[in-house]
């Protein structure tokens, strides 16, 4: 749950630092005064889009922080991220030229990450949420949320997709059918051209090597022999001469031991001059001039030379280009097999299917339980007689499955229920948008829910079943609301009031938290106005004390 929120220069807000507990709390306060402010303050720190706007008027830049209570799956996700997850702190600046920075427990992060872990935390229903129950794709998201169905849902869209993307390169290879055969038969020439050379890996470096060694045979001959008459002449060779120094300086060893190092340099030097002679002689008793094979490695030279010119490369990069010819030959020939390409779209069918249906059952099921009690809240809620429809109407495969979801609904007795965006005002509206919230799983999935002054357009005895609907939701989750109504704050757990204050002809807004006295104070002025009488506050009293009798 939400633990503390801490705002700087937001605003009209300058400073303003909440500490939160479970249960049902409200805000209230004079129209202006920044009830509001304080959601979307809240709203940012989850990622929400950071306006130049939200700076308080002579400020530097406003600066809010989040903080939140760690739970498994928020711990998963943080650890996921390699962030600590012992606590959990959402921070969001926006400086006066409306540049945004956000952090996740001191650690910068991205508006995208943001949204991500808000999703986790917190559910926002807004002042006009109850708009979008018109639009049939937010009815289908409020029966799935209900049936819990949205790793289901999720999977659907991927097996659509996949079903798509298949029935996509069928299309594409029907139609393209004679381009690719012309590209296929392109392809297999050139490979064909390429199996007269039959390129293998290194063979380039291993013809070079050869050519050079051919190609200079006799020099090499010529030069080998010469360097052995220099290294064995038995008089003046160097291999001699190395031994008879080596000699002489052994010999002075009795007359100067420090001449060791020296003594050992010309026997290793001599040592080494007889083990270049002996292979040097090896290696020139193996060469001999190869006229045939010089000529073979010529021609072999020229072909390759000849296959790189053709395809525009170097000799070298020959057996990576028939590696790159037969890769893609295979994969035209895969993607050219039509009879494949359909047995995959008819396989991507079958299991989008398979999981559509299940979906369609669950769907069918719920939204039965739906209706039932969202109807049952309606008589609640000052539409005694009405009742509440989920209809699922069959359509063709998409990515969401077979049906449209329609919300129908009969605000009084004896009336044939039709589609809601049709025939319910927007008090009604309202009225089966918080139904709906109190009811629908949705609201299981986070720890805090919030509501924006979504008591509009109701009053007198339904205000005070809001009140207790949203107090019962507090029992199971820590409930923020914004309210105008007297009703539905007498019904809190905890009562925050917000007013505003010129200082200098600058507006501030400040929040505290009321204490006994102080709520009846506000919920008097709620009642009564600015002008508040004694009745007024007894009044205020006695809702304060039924609500908590009740609630006991």
Same mark, same amino acid.
């Given at each position: 749950?939400?633990?503390?929120?801490?705002?700087?220069?937001?605003?009209?807000?300058?400073? &303003?630092?909440?500490?939160?507990?479970?249960?049902?709390?409200?805000?209230?306060?004079?129209? @202006?005064?920044?009830?509001?402010?304080?959601?979307?303050?809240?709203?940012?720190?989850?990622?929400?889009?950071?306006?130049?706007?939200?700076?308080?008027?002579?400020?530097?830049?406003?600066?809010?922080?989040?903080?939140?209570?760690?739970?498994?799956?928020?711990?998963?996700?943080?650890?996921?991220?390699?962030?600590?997850?012992?606590?959990?702190?959402?921070?969001?600046?926006?400086?006066?030229?409306?540049?945004?920075?956000?952090?996740?427990?001191?650690?910068?992060?991205?508006?995208?990450?943001?949204?991500?872990?808000?999703?986790?935390?917190?559910?926002?229903?807004?002042?006009?949420?109850?708009?979008?129950?018109?639009?049939?794709?937010?009815?289908?998201?409020?029966?799935?949320?209900?049936?819990?169905?949205?790793?289901?849902?999720?999977?659907?869209?991927?097996?659509?997709?996949?079903?798509?993307? &298949?029935?996509?390169?069928?299309?594409?290879?029907?139609?393209?059918?004679?381009?690719?055969?012309?590209?296929?038969?392109?392809?297999?020439?050139?490979?064909?051209?390429?199996?007269?050379?039959?390129?293998?890996?290194?063979?380039?470096?291993?013809?070079?090597?050869?050519?050079?060694?051919?190609?200079?045979?006799?020099?090499?001959?010529?030069?080998?022999?010469?360097?052995?008459?220099?290294?064995?002449?038995?008089?003046?060779?160097?291999?001699?001469?190395?031994?008879?120094?080596?000699?002489?300086?052994?010999?002075?060893?009795?007359?100067?031991?420090?001449?060791?190092?020296?003594?050992?340099?010309?026997?290793?030097?001599?040592?080494?001059?007889?083990?270049?002679?002996?292979?040097?002689?090896?290696?020139?008793?193996?060469?001999?001039?190869?006229?045939?094979?010089?000529?073979?490695?010529?021609?072999?030279?020229?072909?390759?030379?000849?296959?790189?010119?053709?395809?525009?490369?170097?000799?070298?990069?020959?057996?990576?280009?028939?590696?790159?010819?037969?890769?893609?030959?295979?994969?035209?020939?895969?993607?050219?097999?039509?009879?494949?390409?359909?047995?995959?779209?008819?396989?991507?069918?079958?299991?989008?299917?398979?999981?559509?249906?299940?979906?369609?059952?669950?769907?069918?099921?719920?939204?039965?339980?739906?209706?039932?009690?969202?109807?049952?809240?309606?008589?609640?809620?000052?539409?005694?007689?009405?009742?509440?429809?989920?209809?699922?109407?069959?359509?063709?495969? @998409?990515?969401?499955?077979?049906?449209?979801?329609?919300?129908?609904?009969?605000?009084?007795?004896?009336?044939?229920?039709?589609?809601?965006?049709?025939?319910?005002?927007?008090?009604?509206?309202?009225?089966?948008?918080? &139904?709906?919230?109190?009811?629908?799983?949705?609201?299981?999935?986070?720890?805090?829910?919030?509501?924006?002054?979504?008591?509009?357009?109701?009053?007198?005895?339904?205000?005070?079943?809001?009140?207790?609907?949203?107090?019962?939701?507090?029992?199971?989750?820590?409930?923020?609301?914004?309210?105008?109504?007297?009703?539905?704050?007498?019904?809190?757990?905890?009562?925050?009031?917000?007013?505003?204050?010129?200082?200098?002809?600058?507006?501030?807004?400040?929040?505290?938290?009321?204490?006994?006295?102080?709520?009846?104070?506000?919920?008097?002025?709620?009642?009564?106005?600015?002008?508040?009488?004694?009745?007024?506050?007894?009044?205020?009293?006695?809702?304060?004390?039924?609500?908590?009798?009740?609630?006991?």
């Amino acid at each position: 749950m939400l633990l503390a929120l801490h705002i700087r220069d937001f605003v009209i807000v300058e400073k &303003a630092d909440i500490q939160l507990d479970s249960g049902f709390t409200v805000f209230s306060g004079e129209t @202006g005064a920044g009830k509001s402010i304080l959601i979307d303050a809240l709203a940012l720190t989850l990622g929400q889009r950071a306006d130049v706007q939200s700076v308080r008027e002579g400020a530097d830049r406003a600066d809010i922080s989040a903080e939140f209570e760690v739970t498994p799956s928020v711990q998963a996700w943080l650890e996921a991220q390699d962030i600590d997850s012992t606590e959990l702190l959402l921070r969001r600046t926006i400086d006066r030229h409306g540049k945004s920075k956000a952090f996740i427990n001191g650690i910068a992060a991205t508006a995208s990450q943001l949204r991500a872990l808000g999703e986790q935390l917190v559910d926002i229903h807004g002042q006009h949420a109850h708009q979008s129950l018109m639009r049939s794709a937010a009815q289908r998201r409020i029966l799935d949320s209900h049936a819990g169905l949205q790793s289901q849902v999720t999977e659907l869209q991927q097996r659509w997709q996949a079903w798509q993307k &298949a029935q996509e390169a069928l299309e594409l290879a029907q139609t393209q059918a004679q381009q690719q055969q012309l590209e296929q038969e392109r392809l297999a020439w050139q490979l064909q051209e390429l199996e007269h050379l039959q390129p293998q890996a290194n063979e380039w470096q291993q013809i070079n090597q050869d050519y050079n060694r051919l190609a200079h045979a006799q020099t090499l001959i010529d030069t080998a022999a010469s360097t052995l008459q220099r290294l064995d002449d038995d008089e003046y060779g160097v291999t001699s001469v190395l031994q008879q120094c080596a000699q002489q300086v052994t010999d002075l060893l009795a007359h100067d031991p420090n001449l060791a190092n020296i003594q050992q340099a010309l026997e290793s030097a001599a040592i080494a001059c007889q083990e270049a002679s002996h292979d040097l002689n090896l290696y020139v008793s193996q060469l001999e001039l190869d006229p045939q094979q010089l000529e073979a490695t010529e021609k072999r030279m020229r072909m390759y030379f000849d296959f790189a010119k053709k395809f525009h490369t170097e000799p070298e990069h020959l057996v990576e280009v028939q590696a790159r010819l037969q890769t893609q030959l295979h994969q035209l020939q895969e993607s050219a097999d039509i009879a494949q390409l359909q047995a995959h779209v008819e396989a991507a069918q079958a299991q989008y299917r398979v999981l559509a249906q299940e979906i369609s059952a669950q769907r069918q099921k719920t939204a039965r339980d739906l209706g039932q009690k969202i109807s049952h809240i309606m008589q609640e809620l000052a539409m005694q007689g009405g009742v509440f429809e989920v209809t699922l109407k069959p359509s063709s495969a @998409g990515a969401y499955g077979l049906e449209e979801v329609q919300f129908n609904v009969a605000g009084h007795a004896g009336t044939t229920p039709r589609e809601l965006a049709k025939v319910a005002s927007g008090g009604e509206l309202a009225r089966i948008s918080l &139904a709906l919230s109190v009811t629908a799983n949705k609201a299981g999935r986070v720890p805090t829910l919030i509501f924006d002054e979504v008591d509009t357009g109701i009053g007198g005895a339904v205000a005070e079943i809001v009140g207790r609907l949203l107090r019962q939701l507090g029992r199971r989750h820590q409930v923020l609301c914004v309210t105008h109504l007297p009703q539905v704050a007498a019904c809190a757990d905890h009562h925050f009031m917000v007013h505003k204050q010129d200082d200098k002809g600058i507006t501030r807004s400040d929040i505290s938290a009321l204490d006994e006295t102080q709520r009846i104070e506000e919920v008097a002025r709620m009642l009564g106005g600015l002008r508040i009488s004694d009745k007024t506050r007894q009044h205020a009293k006695e809702m304060l004390q039924q609500a908590h009798r009740e609630s006991a």
